[in-house]
């Protein structure tokens, strides 16, 4: 299965697509395959195993709280939790490296099944199978601070510290490999790549209670004004060669971290954040030393804010006016690096996060 046809600019429109092709529609297609069919030179083919597990997670937490004034509440919580059986593409028939015998031009007369049966195994390059053996682990302090709607305002703050460690991230695509080094899970541990450090919330809702007299009063009185801001350390980062120097057709290699004090330059800016300085390609038929998810890229400051009023037209009819502000402050908050060595680009960051945006609102209810 997986038959796909691509046909560009049909000269039907999409009315009627297969005007132009050959045969006109083919579907449904009639799939009569015969026993005696011969496989293709060199079939890629992405397995799923027949005892499959299903990925699942525990989670537990234990949490302090306690009321400090009538209106204040303050709480600590552990948060952990694991995460079994995640899925992800393993590559089952790798290239091997022989010295002074390799290139990347013959990585299919070097895979695993070709060196056993050069004949047989004509029929195959690489060869994906889901490895369902990562595990995840999170472990987390969060702080709280909740001041209840009261004197006209509430207040939510929080801070979380936290450390999420996996041997794979599931991407949603098993169709390639995420070990640098084949079947081997456990050197490809490190940060998950959803592991922020730090993370800071605040959020606040105040209503106003009105400034002098009459129709004053009546004009100052009853706005909300809500901001939400989020404070967050930066992403990991995995550093490749971009290049399949270990020579294993799989094409993850991770590079030599041989200057480890300069792999971040003294002030980091969006045209140097890594320094290529102090990478280098692996060897060939080697891997290298640089682990997965080490490195962090820009942190993010974001700020949201709203200011809102309802006013009662009639008995049944009100008019709320809104206006927001998103990224407020109109801070950059800056994207990761490139981090392929192959890349003119590497250690650049070449792109931000959304701009200032405003919206401004007005309806009607009733």
Not at 244 to 266: E, F, M, W, Y
Not at 271 to 300: C, E, H, K
């Amino acid at each position: 299965y997986g038959t796909s046809i691509d046909i560009p600019s049909p000269s039907g429109g999409l009315t009627n697509p297969y005007a132009g092709y050959p045969g006109g529609s083919p579907f449904p297609a009639a799939y009569a395959i015969s026993k005696d069919i011969a496989f293709p030179t060199n079939g890629v083919y992405v397995n799923m195993p027949l005892d499959t597990r299903p990925t699942y997670m525990g989670q537990w937490n234990v949490s302090y709280q306690r009321q400090i004034t009538p209106n204040w509440l303050a709480s600590a919580t552990y948060l952990g939790n694991k995460t079994t059986h995640i899925w992800v593409g393993e590559e089952t028939n790798p290239a091997v490296y022989i010295p002074g015998k390799s290139t990347t031009g013959n990585t299919n007369q070097r895979r695993l099944l070709y060196l056993q049966n050069p004949t047989a195994a004509a029929a195959y390059s690489s060869i994906v199978q889901s490895d369902q053996g990562g595990n995840g682990r999170y472990n987390g302090m969060l702080l709280s601070l909740q001041h209840r709607f009261a004197n006209n305002y509430t207040i939510l703050a929080n801070y979380t510290w936290s450390h999420c460690t996996s041997e794979v991230d599931f991407t949603g695509e098993l169709a390639g490999s995420q070990y640098q080094i084949p079947g081997n899970r456990a050197a490809n541990k490190g940060d998950c790549n959803f592991d922020y450090r730090h993370v800071a919330n605040l959020s606040l809702i105040a209503q106003s209670k009105g400034w002098g007299d009459s129709w004053l009063n009546k004009a100052t009185r009853n706005w909300q004004l809500a901001p939400i801001v989020q404070v967050r350390s930066g992403a990991p980062l995995t550093i490749t060669t971009g290049s399949d120097t270990s020579l294993t057709g799989v094409g993850q290699d991770r590079p030599n971290l041989i200057l480890p004090d300069a792999a971040l330059p003294a002030n980091q800016s969006a045209a140097l954040w890594l320094n290529r300085a102090a990478f280098a390609n692996n060897a060939p038929g080697t891997y290298g030393n640089l682990g997965r998810d080490v490195l962090r890229g820009p942190g993010s400051i974001g700020v949201d804010m709203s200011l809102s009023r309802t006013f009662a037209l009639h008995e049944r009819w009100q008019l709320e006016t809104r206006a927001e502000a998103f990224n407020a402050i109109n801070h950059v908050n800056l994207n990761n690096p490139t981090t392929s060595l192959s890349s003119s680009n590497f250690g650049k960051i070449t792109s931000a996060g959304e701009p200032r945006i405003l919206q401004f609102v007005m309806k009607v209810k009733f």
